[in-house]
């Protein structure tokens, strides 16, 4: 204690001299989290962009110490039930859910703690084992990432942007980026194989099912899957991106692609599969099965064989087989009748019609 207060009352030192203008944004900040009206919207978009994430961290934590339970004013309370998720004793996960029309319609990143899934989010979490500091770190990150996800948006709007800028704009959220950065290590897969999929949630189960871990089933998937964060989807959704970017990174063997339905705009072929081929020049460990799939009328997934057969295990080296496969048995066995399968069927009618040919993907 001596010894600090020598260093700042000495003439000469940076105590003396004018703070850089991160420094002056940040104390000025600090000092509107300390008053009664807390910081505004503006005011963590104005520290954000003057001082970076890490700087606004610090001021909520400010106004949380000066408005957080200890002043009287409480935690307000989820949605009913919320509680019970947290206890691991509530509804299935929902993969990657669209928000319901009770989800909350504003960013709450200036008071994190009154967003109704706090309670849900810091039961997942510290039943996970994360320390409350990494907890509420995570969660501002996770509030701030909403917010800032609306800018991006709206300045991806700029009429000067092509449509490689816009997409480049909208995911650039330093937010999510750096939640992976603070977590990210608990996105590695707890069984010895990775699974990608597409084609709807049970897909997922489904590979979870045959022994192989996906995004939704590590542990920091199984939280964020839970959770809705704001009524505009478009605001979440890339934080599953970069999930998703963070959770490939990862693979260190074997990956099975489970494929139900064939998209060239989805997430898997869009970005997983071209991030994991950069993978697998690093990483020779890294090799790739895909498992072309059909739903059955009483719900069951199965997998299709070289003969057309459905079976319960069939697995190809290459993308290009696998898609003729799932398409050589919709085309030759779908039945019209069974819903179960009719997404995969009239997306494959989709490309067909609009002559798009799955470019061969061997390895």
Request: hydrophobic share 35%; aromatic share 6%; proline share 6%.
């Amino acid at each position: 204690m001596q010894a600090r207060d020598q260093r700042t009352s000495t003439p000469g030192t940076r105590q003396s001299q004018p703070l850089p203008r991160a420094a002056r944004a940040e104390e000025a900040a600090r000092a509107a989290a300390r008053a009664p009206g807390g910081l505004s919207s503006a005011d963590v978009t104005s520290l954000q962009r003057s001082a970076g994430n890490g700087a606004v961290t610090r001021a909520l934590d400010e106004q949380r110490h000066t408005h957080g339970p200890s002043c009287g004013h409480g935690e307000s309370g989820g949605r009913a039930g919320s509680e019970g998720r947290a206890g691991g004793s509530g509804p299935a996960v929902v993969q990657r859910r669209k928000p319901s029309q009770d989800a909350p319609r504003e960013h709450f990143a200036a008071k994190a703690q009154d967003h109704p899934e706090w309670p849900v989010f810091r039961g997942l979490m510290t039943a996970g084992g994360f320390p409350p500091d990494v907890v509420e770190s995570a969660w501002q990150l996770l509030l701030g990432g909403v917010a800032e996800q609306e800018r991006l948006n709206t300045g991806s709007a700029d009429p000067s942007l092509d449509p490689a800028e816009r997409r480049a704009y909208r995911a650039s959220n330093t937010w999510y980026r750096e939640l992976v950065d603070l977590v990210g290590d608990h996105l590695r897969i707890t069984t010895p194989t990775m699974a990608l999929w597409s084609g709807g949630f049970d897909v997922s189960v489904y590979a979870q099912s045959k022994g192989h871990t996906s995004l939704e089933f590590t542990r920091l998937g199984k939280v964020v899957d839970q959770l809705e964060l704001h009524a505009d989807w478009k605001l979440q959704a890339p934080l599953w991106n970069v999930l998703s970017r963070a959770f490939v990174e990862r693979a260190t063997g074997p990956v099975h692609v489970f494929l139900r339905a064939y998209s060239p705009d989805s997430v898997l072929i869009a970005q997983e599969i071209p991030q994991l081929r950069v993978i697998q020049k690093i990483n020779p460990a890294v090799t790739v099965l895909w498992h072309p799939l059909y739903t059955t009328a009483d719900g069951k997934i199965r997998e299709i064989s070289e003969d057309l057969r459905l079976t319960d295990d069939a697995s190809y080296r290459s993308r290009d087989k696998c898609v003729a496969l799932m398409y050589q048995y919709l085309l030759r066995f779908h039945d019209e009748k069974n819903t179960k399968a009719s997404v995969a069927h009239k997306e494959m009618h989709e490309l067909l019609e609009k002559n798009v040919n799955p470019k061969a993907d061997a390895e």
